[in-house]
């Protein structure tokens, strides 16, 4: 079973092992376009893709904008925070330029009011929201599951981006050429990091002092990660899947020595599960990958605000 410290490369490559599903991953950009088509070679628009490009260069325009306002930003840091996600975009826009998006309908220009910081920032989280949905609808209808898993990314970090400001890390994750593999795989998978958050959970409340404020939140989502395992489970049983039994003991990505240790520990542990959900989304259909997309969201969620870095490809494994 893969552990929960692994790449989010790493675990896709680990979990889809023995099953022989994947056709290859590679840390850049350059993805296999659809088809199978040899990179260079004239290939069809992909029409789900063009959408997607266009709203992502919509928002680079926008942030350029901001980010050449006479009046704005008003600090360093937001300056720098703008800069990372307005690159974050620009790589969003490259890579669906490779995946078969392709630049036909050209970039826009930044707006012509781009003078206050204020006005601008609440269109660019509007215009995060517009653009989100579009991802989101178009992750829930795509029936490659590889692109569900790209679009599932995207919407995940515009849902994440509607107050601009937040910074965004480049840890050099890109899409890459992989097969998702089955349902049952990516729920086993998911089952895995069910049970390491648990498990680290519950150390986290035994090494803590029980006098502080992250206690409580702890013991309270630890009930809630339990109700998800046990739903997990149960999805398997249905499909006819045996539950494998829980680890000995996972290996946890960080300590327990300090609350700050433990709430980095357990914001980490959150990631990994954000990116098993992505991987259940992408492996299903319907209803059931409409859910999936939602716990991958609100995972996303919990992770950020326990302190976990926002990368351009959430989820991406």
Known sequence: MPQPHLTRRGLALAALATTGAVAGCTPGPTVRPRGGTAPGASRTPDAALERARAGEAELVAALDAALAAPKAPRSPAQAAALRQLRDAHAA??????????????????????????????????????????????????????????LLASLATFTALNTSPGRPVVDDTT??????????????????SRLRALAEGLEVGLGQIPSTDKLIEPMR?????????????????????????????????????GSVAQARTTWALLEDDVTAAWARVAAASSGADRNRALDAMLAQARTALGLGAPLTRWPGWV
Do not use: C, N
């Not at 392709?102 to 003078?115: N, R, V």
């Not at 249905?238 to 494998?244: H, N, T, V």
């Open 92 to 149: 969003h826009v490259e890579t669906l330029d490779r995946l078969g998006g392709i630049p036909s309908i050209g970039t826009p220009s930044p707006p012509a009011d781009a003078s206050a910081w204020a006005p601008l920032s609440k269109k660019i989280g509007a215009l995060e929201a517009r653009v989100g949905q579009t991802h989101r609808a178009a992750a829930g209808s795509a029936t490659d599951p590889s692109q569900a898993l």
């Open 174 to 191: 890109s899409p890459a050429a992989v097969e998702v593999g089955t349902r049952t795989d990516a729920l086993l998978v998911l089952l």
């Open 220 to 256: 309270k989502h630890l009930v809630q990660v339990w109700a998800a395992r046990d739903r997990v489970e149960d999805q398997l049983r249905a499909a006819g899947q045996g539950i494998p039994p829980a680890e000995l003991g996972y290996v946890m990505p960080g300590g327990f």
